[in-house]
């Protein structure tokens, strides 16, 4: 039974990540890309625009 303990850590692992791997594919794009991708650019300009200072 020594054998199961020391495989069920990297198998727990390797479900996981694919887990996490399928959601960050899943949430790539789709119905709020033009909204986040807005956002982002509305970020990067104030970021970029000159300050003012008074």
Same mark, same amino acid.
């Given at each position: 039974?020594?054998?199961?303990? !020391?495989?069920?850590?990297?198998?727990?692992? #390797? =479900?996981?990540?694919?887990?996490?791997?399928?959601?960050?594919? %899943?949430?790539?794009?789709? !119905?709020?890309?033009?909204?986040?991708?807005? #956002? =982002?650019?509305?970020?990067?300009?104030?970021?970029?625009?000159? %300050?003012?200072?008074?």
């Amino acid at each position: 039974m020594d054998y199961v303990s !020391a495989l069920l850590p990297p198998a727990v692992m #390797a =479900v996981l990540f694919i887990a996490v791997i399928r959601v960050i594919v %899943k949430t790539q794009g789709g !119905a709020n890309k033009a909204k986040e991708d807005a #956002a =982002v650019d509305a970020a990067l300009a104030r970021a970029e625009a000159p %300050k003012n200072e008074a």
